[in-house]
């Protein structure tokens, strides 16, 4: 049986969407899964495009963080033939081969069965951007940070977690101000649920004093860096940050008084080695708010040949929402 996969070579093309066969797949873990549907992340755009070194494996790779389909080979009772599953993280499509491929072998300690209610489809514009936003609307809430806290800013907003956070944040109840380096984003992000949109520059000098005016209960940062910085000394007494980015740099140069004399929590978000308990709970939590949000609006849907472009466009910061890969017809 041949069916087709993108396929990373150290080649001057870096990337061809190849026929492969069950026989190509490295022998790896105690199920095969037929993948229905992937997404394009950070991660995998770093993966498909070469920048920065994020496949930790030999070429030639098959990239792609997120999958969801259907198994069809188990040796785990836990998961017969035919149930469906979803899969983020746990270094797939890193160190191990992964999504942009119709079928993929993998080990049943990463999954998490689709949670009724959901669809494959549906999983996949969550995928791990969503996932990540869930994990941090927990963090602020299991932090003690009811909505009548007060306004909670979001980071990189038009990006995949940042989309998921204005919507999440705001289906729950809480007042979302949305940073952007996008001007023409307004209307998306209003569409989304944020009540205020801050243009990206104003954070992008860090922080002006160490202790600026309060003016955040909280934060989800997909952005690090000099952003970072500037929410950390505008939090509010008591607040929560959720930390899970670092799309505009991985330094962080900030004081320790926002924490000691503010009590500011900084709470580190990890999607890929997520224990399975709370991974879990964010799925469930996703499942629910899927029946009140309509996770389409933030979706595009495109195929295993469109990927590497897509890839490219993420990297240059253009693009708004969730991409979604079809693998449908791909074998
Ligand atoms: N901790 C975890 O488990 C976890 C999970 C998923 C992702 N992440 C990280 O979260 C970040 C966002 O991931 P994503 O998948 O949402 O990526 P994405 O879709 O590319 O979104 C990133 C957003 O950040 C903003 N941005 C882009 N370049 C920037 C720059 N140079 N300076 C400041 N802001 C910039 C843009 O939003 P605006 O134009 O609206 O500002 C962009 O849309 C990445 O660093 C990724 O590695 C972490």
Known sequence: MSFSALVVRDTPERTSV??????????????????????????????????????????????????????IESSDPAYSEGSAILSTGWGVGEVTWGGY???????????????????????????????????????????????ESGPIVVTGATGGVGSF????????????????????????????GASEILPRSTFEDGARRPLDKGRWAGCVDSVGSSVLESVLSQTMTHGVVAACGLAGGHRLNTTVFPFILRGVRLIGIDSNTCPQPPRRRAWQGLRDLARSIDFDRIAHQISLEQVPEACGQLMNGGIQGRYLVDLRQSG
């Open 18 to 71: 190849e026929s492969l066969e069950l026989d190509d797949l490295p022998l790896h873990g105690n199920v095969l899964v037929e993948v229905d549907w992937s997404s394009i992340n950070f991660k995998d755009a770093l993966a498909v495009t070469g920048n920065g070194n994020i496949i930790r494996a030999e070429l030639p790779f098959v990239p792609g963080i997120d999958l969801a389909g259907r198994i």
């Open 101 to 147: 491929s119709r079928y993929q072998r993998m080990s049943s300690d990463w999954l998490v069965p689709l949670p009724q209610g959901l669809s494959t489809r549906e999983s996949m514009i969550v995928g791990t951007a969503g996932f990540t936003a869930m994990l941090s609307l927990q963090a602020i809430q299991e932090h003690g940070l009811p909505p």
């Open 165 to 192: 956070s204005v919507m999440l944040l705001a289906a729950a109840g809480y007042e979302v101000v949305a940073v952007t380096g996008k001007e023409e984003a307004s209307s998306y992000l209003k569409g989304l």
